[in-house]
């Protein structure tokens, strides 16, 4: 059973769409990241989230932790090719303990 | 700065052989992560190492092992390989072990075992 849910687990959209993808728990999360993993390389941090309710922008992306602590969401707006690649969430239950990775929702963005 | 480095790139071997995975940390880094990439899902936490003692694991076997030498570069020692061992090994370092700092991640090693 994953501890972290990621959904859809492929999206394929065309350039200038928006998006949004849903990382969902059971449990509650002291603090919660975003990554992004292009092929034939390790993914890349691109936010973390500790409070709840959170909202964090990151020029065309949108992250935002639920208010339980408990869920997130990544947006893009006017997705771009260069966005393509397999979005990770990752989770710690407490300050400190190690993160727990979600299993990805991989994106297309066609030209 | 130097980022995270891995070697080697890919590496095929058959069941029952052991294998070494290396981990050159990031400049100033102490503590190095390493992870389990199978295919089609997130990356699953093996250990940490920390100052060159093992500062945490996740769910695995013994024969999944590791060093940290003083330079705070990392192996990743695997026997007895198994058909499910084929999969992405990353590892990540950062500045300590605690809080929320950044894992800079190594492109990975891509190990296939047949």
């Known amino acids: 059973t994953q501890l972290l849910e990621q959904s859809p687990q492929f999206l394929s959209i065309q350039e200038g769409e928006n998006l949004t993808v849903y990382c969902n728990s059971s449990s509650v999360f002291s603090s919660l990241q975003w990554y992004r993993q292009e092929p034939g390389e390790g993914p890349v941090l691109l936010v973390t989230v500790v409070t709840g309710g959170e909202v964090k922008k990151l020029k065309r992306l949108t992250f935002q932790f639920g208010d339980a602590r408990k869920d997130s969401s990544l947006h893009i707006t006017a997705a771009q090719p260069g966005d393509t690649g397999l979005y990770l969430c990752?989770?710690?239950?407490?300050?400190?303990?190690?993160?727990?990775f979600g299993p990805g929702t991989r994106l297309s963005v066609l030209p | 700065e130097t980022g995270v480095t891995q070697s080697p790139t890919h590496l095929i071997k058959t069941r029952g052989q052991q294998v070494t995975l290396r981990c050159s940390s990031q400049?100033?880094?102490?503590?190095v992560s390493w992870y389990q990439q199978a295919l089609g899902q997130g990356p699953q936490f093996i250990f940490q190492?920390?100052?060159?003692?093992?500062?945490g694991r996740g769910n695995f076997p013994p024969r999944f092992s590791g060093l940290q030498f003083p330079n705070y570069s990392s192996e990743l020692n695997v026997n007895a390989l198994e058909l499910d061992d084929s999969a992405l090994y990353l590892c990540?370092?950062?500045?300590?072990?605690?809080?929320?700092?950044?894992?800079?991640f190594g492109p990975g090693t891509r190990l296939t075992v047949l």
């Open positions: 990752a989770g710690a239950r407490n300050y400190g303990q190690n993160f727990v």
């Open positions: 400049s100033g880094h102490n503590t």
């Open positions: 190492y920390y100052r060159e003692e093992e500062n």
């Open positions: 990540a370092s950062s500045l300590d072990p605690q809080g929320y700092n950044e894992q800079f």
